[in-house]
């Protein structure tokens, strides 16, 4: 018999699905079965799975060892990859593989990280080692979280930036900091601005809205400003000119809606594309400050979250702003293309303050 504790990682889910986890290759009517013949019990009366539990509730399962250990699959559970080395497959840390995090704010619920670019923020194809791994790896060797935990809860980032955009990602540690931040992004109640240089002088600030497309295939989307079919989506991107030298203008662009490449596609439809942009930029410029300043990513830099003033969770946020410093090369290609400003370097301090 084991018996299993509820924690708050794993209360507000029904009992069902916290079983389904723990017995992850039991199938449904197992689960079903033993339910109806009392051999899995909550707080020591029969329960049929859908209770809602709540921390410091008792799981009592009424199984031999062997049914559990041949219901629970091995996992990997982050904190590694596996490298081929002349034969040998050999474990590297997370943390060994993904190099330059840096850790903007952290508490009990959450992780607020500026990442660097050439980082996924999710995996894209299997062997992929990306940010959500990261995460797991540092709350595993700091001991904020268990391999044991992790049968039933795993935290992980709530936002996503492309591979070569820096900047925020926000990534929940506990049950409550992960549902919390995923529906504050999804009521778009959290602000998110981002520093970029665009091509072209830009003179005043604009609220550009239309209807983003996409194209798995090629990973590309298009902007169109009417809707043309049911499977496009409308997006909404604002942005202000913070200093311009004429041929290229340093934008402050807060996103209303949150698409794949959203701000690389929109801007370039109105005849602003980004700076080292591959997909949607100026070949002509990118090829230039290539060669001048190594630059092999688009100038795209998620710098700014503000948290609303009221929140029925994780009060400790309430109204905070974070800031997350722009990357070095950003600031020297700034300067060199005669669009640097003091904002920019104060977002390199890393300010995470109420009063800010």
């Known amino acids: 018999m084991r018996k299993l504790v509820v924690t708050k990682n794993e209360a507000g889910q029904k009992l069902l ?15 079903h079965k033993m339910l109806r013949k009392k051999n899995i019990t909550l707080n020591g009366k029969k329960a049929d799975g859908t209770e809602l539990l709540k921390e410091t509730d008792e799981v009592c ?15 990997k559970t982050g904190g590694g990859a596996e490298q081929e080395r002349g034969g040998n497959v050999q474990k590297k840390k997370t943390s060994e593989i993904i190099s330059g995090v840096e850790i903007i704010y952290e508490d ?10 050439g980082v996924l923020s999710q995996k894209a194809e299997k062997d992929d080692v990306s940010l959500n791994e990261w995460v797991i790896s540092y709350l595993l060797e700091t001991g904020k ?20 955009t820096s900047g925020l ?9 992960l549902q919390t931040l995923s529906a504050l992004l999804k009521e778009r109640t959290v602000h998110k601005d981002y520093f970029c240089i ?26 169109e400003k009417t809707k043309q079919s049911d499977a496009v989506s409308y997006i909404e991107t604002e942005y202000a000119p913070v200093v311009s030298s004429g041929q290229y203008t340093l934008l402050r662009v807060r996103l209303i809606t949150g698409k794949t490449h959203q701000i690389r596609a929109h801007l370039a439809s109105v005849g602003h594309p980004l700076v080292g942009d591959g997909k949607y ?5 990118n090829r230039t400050l290539r060669q001048q300043y190594g630059l092999k990513h688009q100038l795209l830099h998620a710098a700014y979250f503000e948290f609303p003033e009221k929140m029925q969770k994780l009060g400790q946020l309430e109204g905070r702003k974070f800031f997350a410093p722009v990357p070095e090369q950003f600031l020297k290609i700034a300067k060199g293309l005669g669009v640097y400003c003091k904002e920019l370097t104060e977002f390199r301090k890393g300010v995470a303050d109420r009063n800010v």
């Open 17 to 31: 699905k916290l079983l389904a986890k723990y017995l992850n290759a039991a199938p449904q009517s197992f689960l």
């Open 145 to 164: 979280l268990t391999r044991e935990e992790m049968q039933t809860f795993r935290p992980g980032i709530c936002n996503r930036l492309d591979r070569n």
């Open 61 to 75: 399962l009424f199984l031999s060892e062997d049914t559990i250990v041949s219901f629970q699959n091995a996992q």
């Open 281 to 285: 930029g100026n070949a002509e410029v």
């Open 198 to 223: 665009v091509c072209g002088e830009v003179k005043k600030g604009c609220s550009l809205k239309g209807y983003l497309g996409k194209d798995e295939s090629a990973n590309t989307v298009t902007v």
């Open 169 to 177: 990602i926000t990534a929940g540690k506990s049950l409550p900091g």
């Open 108 to 117: 009990a619920d959450v992780l607020l990280l500026n990442k660097p670019v």
